[in-house]
């Protein structure tokens, strides 16, 4: 394998900290890294020793980033919209019944009220 600008770790996605490419001395076959080159790894990452036009060729992958963010909450929000929607339909659909019940029983009484005074119950 050659070097690629594009392969980056999954860690590396960060939008807290700029996109940098894994420099080719941080690279060891056998596994093992030696200070010097820790020490090289550590110079070549600092931002005074990359060119200003460097760090822009990650600008799309930010952006992209914060466009998938926007739009997860996008969505989000209308399944929380559709969720309220549906709860406070059901909640109106159950207060109906109650106040129909109600009236009905409302009637119910009005009319038995009646009839016991006509019907002269009471005496």
């Known amino acids: 394998g050659g070097y690629s600008p594009y392969a980056f770790p999954s860690y590396a996605h960060s939008p807290t900290r700029p996109l940098l490419p894994p420099s080719p001395s941080t690279h060891s076959f056998e596994g093992v890294e030696s200070s010097e080159s820790a020490g090289q790894r550590h110079q070549s990452s600092s931002d005074s020793n990359h060119p200003a036009g460097s760090i822009n060729i990650y600008l799309p992958y930010v952006v992209t980033g914060y466009l998938q963010l926007l739009f997860n909450m996008g969505v989000m929000a209308v399944l929380c919209y559709l969720v309220y929607t549906a709860l406070d339909s ?23 009220s009646r009839q016991y005074r006509e019907n002269r119950c009471d005496s």
């Open 90 to 112: 059901v909640q109106k659909d159950i207060d109906r019944k109650v106040d129909e019940f109600s009236t009905d029983v409302l009637n119910e009484i009005t009319m038995c």
